[in-house]
């Protein structure tokens, strides 16, 4: 625990004007990020006697080592600065709305030439409308059915469309009237573009042309005795209404507005937003965060307005915004939603009438959204808690392992062998620290030396961050003689290094780690930038997918790198029985425990992530072809190659002179391809799983390594139990 008096700024050197601060760690990770009116005055304000500070702030500066801010123009420019490093660092004592899933939204893609409707989450592109959010995407498929009888725009995915156009045949949709079908030329992108439109106008709120329009054809053609038609028209109508009847009407006035609701207690708060286009409830989404830092219902408001329009510009910030407390002060958080939208914004407490009782409607589902969470959480903190506690007991450790990391080896017959590293915290997965490994200090099929040499790679990356930063315990060296990451040797002695709390970890420095969305780790980060570092914390338990030998592997790597605090064991698949080091006999944990069903979803997870890479990496193994082996030859002009001779066969044919009548090929190039194609071996025949034919070149699509018309291999029971023992 730090003495805030040790890092506090001195006298007069903390500006009088607005700005944003940061408090750091001793690691220096951002742990806070803060904006004020007047620095020195709100910085002033941490630094008093800490009994008079709130509990979790006297926490945050007891645990932060230093402080710093930046000087800004305006209070607006404060407001963006802090949204832009909360967003960015993450502080762990800021506020965090945790939103428990994606919501779907109703989009309908106006940036393409034939629009499409679909459901669609996260991140929102650009030329795309959105209608929404809605609770659940059945909501969303149950309104679009309705509509496609009046609107009938394309629903289907490109590959679909493609198909359609390629055969001349639409899909089903096409055939009973609830698409146009574009694909095989009923309509020109131009009456489709105008359908779209009319759909989105609709789903804007501007329904009452499009009924009044439906209303006027049906009595026309009643009156010349079309009466079929007009039975349409009648059901078209009927299936208007009935989509308007999804969304009520909660607002006479036709009111865009969004309402802000907040039920909060000590610990925690849920915020509640319903979203009203045209008077009608238009989508409602919620979150949850925890009271980290003493904050009013008006600061919990800001953010909670910081969260929902951060990324948000035009139409997507309604004229008026209705929260039970204004933010202190209210101007900025007001000219920074004018400038998000464009134009004018209102943002005020209602008082009375219609926005005013559907306020307190909104307050209420926050109150029971706040009552569920903490109903779930309850048990699921107990849950927790009883099983890692179970598991210190079981395996003797001073106390619960609130970090664990999980290691398993996978491969299919010593081909492509890889590793994957699961993150457990507090019993949670901490998926944005999984890392994948790629064995490469050997040839073949051996678990045991893979799992040494990845314990290896991974410890010896936290040494090298501890020796980095100089965070030693006994203030020496460091391991002197380390070797390069991906160095796979094991005969390098490291100095012991002391155990760091189990919040992130440290970047690494070779090129064969990758993290969890498949990008390679480098050492890019510096210490200034506060950001969670890879590597750089050890776990208090370490679990291997295995028994006795991959766990002796392991605490062979930790012994020889000189670490000694941090527990190992292993989990063998038949039994479920739990291996410890230097121990003839296992821990058998009674089949009802939740240490050992905890231990299980760890170990099912680092299986399910590594045999997921080792299966990704066969697969693009398998799609190699006679053309990967030029050297500068990308992936477009593969396929122009393709596209223009349509197999590898006549490729290999060609001459240099027809090669450069390509787009994009010159002469050098093309003789580098005539070369590369005589030296390879030409592939076999394709084979007709189904009918046994074999199948010509230029029957197939003239990818390396595929036949895509050939009907997939049908597999026996005996077969895929087989091909699953083979996988590991």
């Not at 030329?127 to 725009?153: E, K, M, N, Q, S």
């Not at 055969?167 to 609830?178: A, E, N, S, W």
């Not at 694909?183 to 789903?203: I, K, N, Q, S, Y």
């Not at 979150?287 to 909670?304: F, N, R, S, Y």
Request: with cysteine; charged share 30%; glycine share 8%.
């Amino acid at each position: 625990m730090a003495d805030p008096s040790s890092y506090r700024p001195r006298p007069g050197s903390i500006p009088d004007s607005p700005g944003v601060y940061r408090f750091r760690d001793e690691h220096r990770r951002v742990i806070y990020v803060g904006k004020a009116k007047s620095l020195r005055q709100r910085l002033a304000s941490y630094f008093q006697d800490l009994a008079n500070l709130h509990p979790r702030t006297r926490t945050m500066v007891t645990t932060a080592a230093s402080v710093e801010w930046t000087v800004v123009s305006t209070e607006v420019e404060a407001l963006q600065l802090e949204y832009s490093w909360i967003k960015e660092y993450d502080p762990r004592f800021n506020v965090k709305y945790r939103d428990d899933k994606s919501y779907p939204y109703l989009a309908v893609t106006m940036n393409e030439e034939f629009p499409r409707v679909q459901v669609m989450r996260g991140q929102k592109r650009k030329g795309v409308r959105y209608f929404g959010p809605y609770g659940h995407a059945w909501a969303i498929r149950d309104t679009v059915d309705l509509l496609l009888r009046v609107f009938p725009v394309r629903t289907c995915s490109a590959g679909v469309f493609k198909n359609a156009a390629r055969t001349g045949r639409p899909c089903l949709l096409g055939y009973i009237g609830k698409c146009s079908a574009p694909c095989v030329g009923r309509v020109t992108p131009e009456e489709h573009h105008e359908l779209a439109d009319e759909f989105c106008d609709f789903m804007a709120g501007r329904t009452g042309t499009y009924i009044r329009r439906l209303e006027r054809s049906m009595t026309e053609a009643a009156e010349d005795m079309e009466y079929e038609r007009a039975a349409r028209l009648r059901d078209d109508i009927e299936a208007l209404r009935k989509a308007m009847e999804k969304s009520a009407v909660v607002l006479a006035d036709a009111t865009d507005a969004d309402l802000v609701a907040v039920a909060e207690d000590e610990l925690e708060a849920a915020v509640q937003i319903f979203h009203v286009r045209g008077g009608r409830v238009r989508g409602q989404r919620g979150w949850v965060t925890d009271k980290v830092e003493e904050i009013t219902t008006g600061a919990l408001v800001e953010h909670a307005l910081q969260q929902l329009y951060g990324e948000e510009k035009g139409d997507a910030v309604p004229k008026e915004v209705l929260v039970p407390a204004l933010p202190d002060p209210v101007e900025p958080v007001q000219e920074w939603l004018t400038d998000r939208r464009g134009a004018g914004v209102s943002l005020r407490v209602p008082q009375r009438g219609d926005k005013k009782a559907l306020m307190e409607t909104v307050a209420r589902n926050a109150q029971q959204a706040l009552v569920l969470h903490k109903t779930k959480r309850a048990s699921d903190l107990t849950t927790r808690s009883r099983a890692l506690e179970e598991i210190a007991e079981a395996l003797d450790l001073d106390s619960a392992p609130l970090r664990i990391e999980c290691y398993d080896i996978s491969h299919l017959q010593g081909d492509d062998v890889v590793a994957s590293m699961v993150v457990f915290e507090d019993g949670l997965q901490r998926k944005s620290e999984y890392r994948r490994f790629q064995i490469r200090g050997f040839e073949g099929q051996d678990d045991v030396r893979s799992m040494h040499e990845v314990i290896t790679r991974r410890f010896r990356r936290y040494l090298a961050e501890k020796e980095r930063t100089g965070e030693w315990a006994d203030g020496g060296e460091g391991p002197g003689d380390m070797h390069h990451p991906a160095d796979t040797r094991t005969d390098a002695p490291a100095s012991p290094a002391p155990s760091a709390p189990p919040t992130s970890l440290a970047s690494p420095a070779a090129t064969d780690v990758i993290d969890a969305n498949g990008r390679a780790e480098t050492n890019g980060l510096t210490d200034e930038d506060g950001r969670p570092r890879k590597f750089a914390y050890p776990p208090q338990l370490v679990v291997v997918d295995g028994g006795q030998p991959q766990v002796a592997a392991a605490k062979r790597a930790l012994d020889e790198l000189g670490i000694d605090d941090i527990a190992v064991c292993g989990l063998a698949k038949r039994l479920e029985e739990v291996w410890v080091p230097d121990d003839d006999d296992p821990i058998v944990l009674p089949r009802t425990s939740e240490g050992l069903y905890l231990l299980q979803r760890v170990r099912d997870e680092a299986h399910r992530f590594a045999i997921t890479y080792q299966r990704a990496k066969r697969a693009k193994r398998f799609r190699s072809g006679p053309l990967d082996d030029v050297p500068g030859l990308g992936d477009t002009r593969k396929q122009a190659l393709i596209k223009h001779f349509g197999s590898v066969k006549r490729l290999r044919s060609a001459t240099i002179d027809q090669i450069c009548e390509i787009p994009g090929i010159g002469r050098k190039t093309a003789e580098t391809i005539v070369a590369a194609l005589a030296g390879a071996t030409p592939a076999g025949p394709a084979v007709n799983t189904a009918t046994g034919e074999i199948m010509e070149e230029d029957e197939q699509d003239g990818t390396p390594g595929t036949t895509p018309d050939a009907p997939e291999e049908p597999v026996t029971a005996g077969a895929a139990d087989e091909r699953r023992g083979q996988e590991r």
